[in-house]
């Protein structure tokens, strides 16, 4: 998608096919299980799926278009010597110009393998970024959690917790910080449930640079060079590329 451009709902002119519009979005749907690079854009795309416009329809193309530039990428597995389990959250604060939501978005890593994303909007209003970025480690801790029972149901036990990484501190903050006061009251049930998946070493927090983070792919639009770092972090390649 186009950076910093804004979707709306009463963006110009109905699109002439809304049935169509619908059709390509679902389609895309199912392909964003494959491909977590587009995850963002088709959520997006998603929400105006009542009343479509041409600018919707002409983002909708642009996916194609970026999709038609790298047909054979994909997510590459490989053994990395390891079993651990990493978990990149971000979030978008007040990302959404229609009603100021923002946008959360993690990936879950296990033994270096991109295994589970998501990118979805979120269902209350924040009131700041930290309180946005903690709304997008909850969700990435229930994310670890039944990561974890799979791992166990199949026989590989992890001792040692999961890393959750975030890259904003004033979030991680309240994670390790035992003292409520009254700014963090109102994401209370958020701050007593990822602080006991710390006390249960379920998990363990860590700071991540704003460039590091590869779950910003799943919560805004990025550029192109933007865009095939993150690809590259993720550890996905385009199968028909030359070697």
């Known amino acids: 998608m186009v950076p910093n451009v804004q979707l709306m709902k009463d963006d110009g002119d109905l699109f002439d096919d809304p049935e169509r519009y619908r059709r390509l979005v679902g389609k895309l749907n199912y392909l964003s299980v494959t491909r977590p690079d587009i995850a ?138 035992p003292v409520y006061h009254e700014r963090t009251k109102h994401i209370e049930v958020d701050c007593h449930f990822i602080r006991e998946k710390i006390q249960e070493n379920l998990i363990s927090t860590g700071y991540v640079k704003t460039g590091e983070q590869v779950a910003d792919l799943l919560t805004k639009a990025l550029n192109g060079t933007r865009v095939d770092y993150l690809c590259n972090k993720l550890g996905m390649i385009n199968i028909y590329a030359p070697a």
């Open 40 to 177: 963002f854009a088709v959520s997006v795309v998603s929400q105006f799926m009542s009343s479509p416009t041409i600018k919707h329809w002409a983002a909708l193309e642009q996916i194609l278009c970026y999709l038609k530039g790298a047909p054979g990428l994909g997510i590459l597995y490989s053994n990395h010597g390891h079993t651990r389990v990493e978990c990149f959250a971000d979030a978008d604060y007040a990302g959404s110009k229609i009603d100021r939501r923002s946008t959360t978005g993690y990936c879950v890593f296990v033994g270096g393998n991109l295994v589970s994303w998501r990118s979805k909007k979120q269902s209350v209003v924040s009131r700041s970024s930290a309180e946005s970025e903690y709304r997008a480690m909850s969700q990435s801790t229930c994310e670890i959690m039944w990561i974890h029972h799979l791992l166990t149901e199949i026989g590989l036990e992890h001792h040692t917790p999961a890393k959750l990484w975030c890259d904003n501190q004033a979030a991680l903050h309240i994670a390790s910080n």
